[in-house]
């Protein structure tokens, strides 16, 4: 199977690192995790590390998760984006929808389902867009 290079970005330190510790641990040896506490961060990463998809909390200082999402989409199509947060609003989720990010997830992530979005989301294609549905919960 394919490694993942996975960038984590979130402005809050002991959530990122958990997440970070649990996502290596529960992919073994599938994903290779980099972690960037802001957008600002993690574009400043993009410029000499590539990775395959890109979480982001969506509320952050510097350069929030819409913001780099826009971003993203914009410079590297290839790169899948989730973006996670636990304060979505409709106008948020159509931003993003039309950016068209990869998936939409709900903090407080569930690690397993987290995992599997990452492992299934295919890194070279922006030519689809899951459905987001019902997965957004204000």
Known sequence: MHIKDVLLVDDEPVFLSALAEGLKSLTGKRCNVITAR?????????K???VDVV?????????????LAEHLKMRYPDI????ASAFMDA??????RSLLVDHLADKPLDLRELTHTIMAVKA???????????EMRG
């Open 80 to 83: 899948a984006v989730i973006v």
């Open 124 to 134: 070279h294609s922006s030519m689809a867009v899951r459905p987001l549905g019902n």
């Open 38 to 46: 802001n957008g600002k961060e993690a574009i400043d990463i993009l």
């Open 91 to 96: 106008n948020i989720e159509l931003a993003l």
């Open 55 to 67: 979480v982001t909390d969506l509320h952050m200082p510097v350069m929030n998760g819409l913001e």
């Open 48 to 50: 000499t590390v590539m």
